[in-house]
């Protein structure tokens, strides 16, 4: 009797260890699930919050959220890598492979972070940001990063998106273009002045462009981007009266190009000049492989043109593409007095004095923007191109 009792003691301390392992096992699983479900509550508030902000974190941060978001929710990427004309695509998956192995739990520990990091300076600065943007449209009437301001006969033009480096986009450019018309057939109009807001000029088109896919495809885009560039080019090449670029700092691609279709180009000695279209895969535009050439000279221009050479402010002066060179501190002030005495000119005399300048190049111009605008349709379609617009943007993102 005795060893029975033993052994049904034994028994039923057994069953109290197991029932306690048991036990300790359910209540860890509970934590976990109560851990992970508070996590995915914070994850769905801080996804919430992305939409609260009030300015744009820029591309490399947006991408940066939604590989961690992906990792959180599905884990580590292991789907197929986009083509190579999908711009939108290989940069998603890029971002998301370069996690590698990290836990679900880990990216949506960053996903948070990074989220509430942001929603921090938003809140720092975003009332300002939010202030500035609200005076440019209501300033400008037309769309945000253009400022338009008249005066004594001068419309003046101002690039303004500082945080952006006053790079264009879409709506820009065809806001730009649509302004030149605008003020070429506007009596009230006698100068048109085109600068830029802080301390760039402008760093030329917006690489952002790039990654608007419409559904029909890149190929409609790259055709669309032809249109909108050669009709912007144009603007410039038939605009009838004193044309005025006030280069107030560094200036890139087309905003470049197209100084050479204008009257006067005023310089800031801070300024610099550079067109790197060799290093995008892609080719001139602006009509500068004939104006460049011409007023530089083919060894210059070459060197400008394919071999990607930044000028300061007095070489581009000594090369012919510059006016003259302002000091930086009297610069605004030189510009405002220069206009207001042109447009103080007698109008037609001005005009028809312009008119024969181009007379004899006018429609040389206008081959020449088609023939780039056809060769940039070209490029924007290359494996060539997009993988040196990708290379230039993976390697931006890590400056």
């Given at each position: 009797?005795?060893?029975?009792r033993s052994?049904?003691?034994?028994?039923?301390?057994?069953?109290r260890?197991?029932?306690?392992?048991?036990?300790?096992?359910a209540i860890?699983a509970?934590?976990?699930?109560q851990?992970?479900?508070?996590?995915?509550?914070?994850?769905e508030e801080?996804?919430k919050?992305?939409?609260?902000?009030t300015e744009d974190p820029g591309?490399?941060?947006?991408?940066?959220?939604y590989?961690?978001?992906?990792?959180a929710s599905e884990?580590?990427?292991?789907?197929?890598?986009?083509?190579?004309f999908?711009?939108?695509?290989?940069?998603?998956w890029?971002?998301?492979?370069?996690?590698g192995?990290?836990?679900k739990?880990e990216?949506?520990?960053?996903y948070?972070?990074?989220v509430d990091?942001?929603?921090?300076?938003s809140s720092?600065?975003?009332?300002?940001t939010?202030?500035?943007?609200t005076d440019?449209?209501?300033?400008?009437?037309t769309?945000p990063g253009l400022d338009?301001t008249?005066?004594?006969?001068?419309?003046t033009?101002?690039?303004?998106?500082?945080k952006?480096l006053?790079?264009?986009t879409?709506e820009m450019?065809?806001?730009?273009?649509?302004?030149l018309n605008?003020?070429?057939?506007?009596?009230?109009?006698?100068?048109?002045?085109?600068?830029?807001?802080?301390?760039?000029?402008?760093?030329?088109?917006?690489?952002?462009?790039?990654?608007?896919?419409?559904p029909e495809?890149?190929a409609?885009l790259?055709a669309d981007?032809?249109?909108?560039?050669?009709?912007?080019?144009q603007?410039?090449?038939?605009?009838p009266?004193?044309l005025?670029?006030?280069v107030?700092?560094?200036?890139?691609?087309?905003?470049v190009t197209?100084?050479?279709?204008a009257?006067l180009?005023?310089?800031?000695?801070?300024?610099?000049?550079?067109?790197?279209?060799m290093?995008?895969?892609?080719?001139p535009?602006?009509c500068?492989?004939y104006t460049?050439?011409?007023?530089?000279?083919y060894?210059r221009?070459n060197e400008?043109?394919?071999?990607?050479?930044?000028?300061?402010?007095?070489?581009?002066?000594?090369r012919?593409?510059?006016?003259?060179?302002?000091?930086?501190?009297?610069?605004r002030?030189?510009?405002?007095?220069k206009?207001?005495?042109?447009?103080?000119?007698p109008?037609?005399?001005?005009?028809?004095?312009?008119a024969?300048?181009r007379?004899?190049e006018?429609?040389?111009?206008?081959?020449?923007?088609e023939?780039e605008c056809v060769?940039l349709?070209?490029r924007?379609?290359?494996?060539?191109?997009?993988?040196?617009?990708?290379?230039?943007?993976a390697k931006?993102?890590?400056?």
């Open positions: 009797m005795a060893s029975i052994l049904i003691r034994l028994a039923s301390n057994s069953s260890q197991i029932n306690s392992k048991a036990n300790q096992t860890t509970s934590i976990l699930k851990h992970q479900r508070f996590l995915s509550s914070n994850m801080a996804k919050r992305v939409g609260l902000l591309n490399e941060v947006k991408l940066k959220m590989a961690l978001y992906k990792q884990g580590k990427c292991n789907t197929k890598k986009p083509g190579v999908d711009f939108v695509g290989q940069a998603k890029n971002a998301w492979n370069e996690l192995d990290i836990s739990e990216a949506e520990n960053q948070i972070a990074l990091s942001l929603a921090g300076s720092a600065s975003g009332g300002e939010k202030s500035e943007t440019s449209e209501t300033a400008s009437g769309v338009i008249r005066e004594d006969g001068v419309l033009m101002t690039i303004n998106r500082p952006k006053n790079a264009i879409n450019y065809a806001c730009i273009r649509d302004t605008s003020a070429a057939k506007d009596d009230s109009v006698r100068v048109f002045v085109l600068t830029g807001a802080g301390n760039f000029y402008s760093s030329g088109n917006d690489l952002a462009n790039f990654t608007n896919i419409p495809g890149p409609k790259a981007g032809h249109i909108l560039l050669k009709s912007f080019v603007a410039f090449i038939n605009f009266k004193p005025v670029c006030a107030n700092g560094p200036a890139l691609g087309i905003m197209t100084m050479a279709l009257d180009v005023y310089s800031a000695d801070n300024a610099t000049f550079h067109t790197p279209f290093t995008l895969g892609q080719s535009e602006g500068s492989s460049f050439p011409r007023i530089m000279g060894a221009a400008v043109l394919l071999a990607g050479r930044k000028l300061t402010a007095q070489e581009a002066f000594d012919g593409l510059v006016t003259d060179i302002i000091p930086q501190g009297e610069f002030e030189f510009i405002a007095e206009t207001k005495y042109l447009a103080g000119l109008p037609k005399s001005v005009m028809y004095s312009k024969l300048n007379l004899r006018k429609e040389t111009l206008e081959r020449v923007n023939e060769r349709e070209e924007w379609l290359s494996e060539e191109c997009m993988n040196a617009v990708m290379s230039f943007l931006s993102s890590k400056m």
